[in-house]
């Protein structure tokens, strides 16, 4: 299973034609593989998975993050902990994974 970040409209249009490009080719990228299926959730729904609520800010989800996966975040760029969170939420989402607390 892939599991992507549902596209949101961004206030700037670069932003939105890079996310737009990037998500282009995660996708191409994951048809090529062999019995492969593209989840996607929306946003509330990765942080709700991972932080507890889907309100949740972005440094509450990298927290999360760092302490789900025993990392030290200091140095990780947003744009991996985003996409770790969402990796963490298809893990969760797809199977019957608990995590302790």
């Given at each position: ?73 200091t ?14 939420c ?5 199977s019957?994974i608990?995590?302790?607390?």
């Amino acid at each position: 299973m892939i599991a992507v970040e549902e596209i949101f409209v961004a206030r700037d249009p670069r932003a939105a034609l890079r996310m737009g490009h990037a998500r282009g080719v995660a996708l191409l990228a994951s048809a090529t593989l062999e019995h492969s299926r593209v989840v996607e959730y929306p946003a509330n729904t990765v942080k709700q998975a991972v932080a507890g609520r889907g309100g949740a800010a972005k440094e509450q989800v990298r927290y999360m993050v760092g302490k789900l996966l025993a990392l030290d975040m200091t140095n990780v760029a947003e744009d991996a902990s985003d996409a770790l969170a969402v990796a963490i939420c298809g893990a969760l989402k797809g199977s019957s994974i608990v995590i302790p607390s």
